[in-house]
């Protein structure tokens, strides 16, 4: 059965450093999606990025890359440059091809960015 | 362009009351959800709409029933509230594009709290 993982329940950054908030997945069908989720204390739920898993390259938008390691079956996304807005729960999420409607969710990863 | 629109914003209900949560969308899309959030376990899918007419339990469908009125419309009932039904719920919605990801857009959220 497909699985997402976020094994860090909280992370802390400086402002302007980089950070790294994990994801692991478990899957048996070699097509799938995965999908990064912002979710501001306001509580809406914002696209961020997404990783097709035969997309040849990570994917990247604005301050935001996906770190997609197939083999070791993670996509960790990257903020660089962090901003105090940048402070939020971050889901990762993954859609298997063969059921495009349905969505895994992981637990979540409460990023704190501090001056 | 609302988006996703969700009605109502919070609601307290005794249990053994029904409701019924309103979803609406005006993207056009054919896909629509339901969500739950509880603290600590992520988004988890209920029930969700793959087009009109058409409806699909998803994670954990028990206590709850949908339907899809229109191509706009989706609601949640709870025909018998319990307080394990405590949450907030999120509607949303997918188009299908020539876009790889066709990610989901998400409504603001009920803040639902049963007695």
């Known amino acids: 059965a497909q699985k997402i993982t976020q094994t860090q329940p909280g992370m802390f950054v400086q402002e302007k450093e980089a950070v790294t908030l994990d994801c692991t997945y478990d899957t048996s069908d070699p097509s799938y999606g995965l999908f990064w989720y912002k979710q501001p204390s306001s509580g809406e739920m914002i696209f961020l990025i997404y990783q097709g898993s035969y997309d040849q390259q990570n994917a990247t938008e604005g301050r935001y890359s996906l770190n997609f390691q197939k083999a070791r079956k993670s996509a960790n996304l990257v903020i660089s440059a962090s901003q105090l807005g940048d402070s939020a729960m971050y889901f990762c999420a993954m859609r298997e091809a063969y059921n495009t409607d349905k969505l895994i969710f992981g637990t979540g990863t409460r990023l704190q960015v501090f001056p | 362009n609302a988006g996703v629109t969700q009605t109502p914003k919070f609601q307290v209900l005794k249990t053994g009351q029904s409701m019924t949560l309103q979803c609406a969308q005006d993207?056009?899309?054919?896909?629509m959800y339901w969500y739950r959030q509880d603290p600590g376990m992520g988004l988890r899918l209920i029930y969700y709409?793959?087009?009109?007419?058409?409806?699909d339990k998803g994670e954990v469908p028990n206590g709850y029933n949908v339907s899809r009125l229109n191509k706009r419309e989706f609601s949640l009932r709870l025909e018998s509230a319990a307080p394990s039904q405590t949450s907030v719920y999120f509607c949303a919605s997918r188009g299908r594009t020539q876009s790889s990801y066709n990610e989901q857009f998400f409504g603001p959220g009920t803040r639902l709290t049963v007695l």
């Open positions: 709409s793959a087009s009109e007419g058409t409806t």
């Open positions: 993207m056009n899309h054919n896909s």
